[in-house]
């Protein structure tokens, strides 16, 4: 779940980029989603979120909030789902899903030409707990190596691709900033 500092990271990156469209992968209880709303009153977020129940209970919490409502969108599935069926471009994405997916997502995002020119992704859990970068000898839950393992290939992966750039902020659980190399806005 996206915890207050985060979220406050979010509200700021909005406020100042004034996005016109987000894209939120993975949503749970939509504290991130709403953050990024109240960030700019342009900016619309369309959230991606597995859980159908989750889509109807942010909804009644937000039913005091028509202003913010009515630029909010769930789309309910797996994301790997969702992704392709999207239309438009993205100027922000906040990535916060199933860890062991981060790389198909950008990829479906890259592929689909989802992402605006000067758009940024956003990715939560890029460091998640420090797993990716220590021995197994030191795992004090061995059930998430695996998507330790899934973040330092991701991590890998954004590293060798030339038209991306990644910088990686030690913030929580590390969040890291993703951008195109040679697509700056318009």
Not at 108 to 116: G, H, P, Q, T, V
Not at 125 to 136: A, Q, S, T, V
Request: charged residues 25%; aromatic residues 10%.
């Amino acid at each position: 779940s996206t915890d207050p500092l985060e979220a406050m990271l979010l509200k700021q990156l909005v406020f100042m980029a004034a996005p016109r469209r987000v894209l939120e992968i993975g949503m749970f209880v939509g504290y991130g989603s709403v953050a990024m709303l109240e960030g700019s009153p342009d900016s619309d977020v369309v959230s991606l979120e597995i859980d159908p129940y989750l889509k109807g209970w942010l909804g009644s919490c937000l039913e005091q909030f028509p202003d913010i409502a009515a630029r909010h969108e769930v789309v309910v599935g797996p994301a790997l789902d969702s992704l392709p069926k999207l239309q438009g471009q993205f100027d922000m994405v906040f990535v916060d899903a199933n860890k062991a997916e981060y790389k198909r997502y950008v990829e479906l995002m890259l592929e689909r030409d989802l992402i605006a020119p000067g758009g940024t992704i956003v990715c939560d859990n890029i460091l998640y707990n420090g797993y990716p970068y220590i021995n197994n000898h030191f795992d004090a839950q061995p059930a998430r190596r695996g998507f330790g393992d899934a973040i330092k290939d991701f991590n890998q992966w954004v590293y060798e691709q030339p038209e991306l750039e990644q910088i990686v902020l030690p913030i929580r659980d590390g969040v890291s900033f993703i951008r195109q190399i040679g697509r700056a806005s318009c």
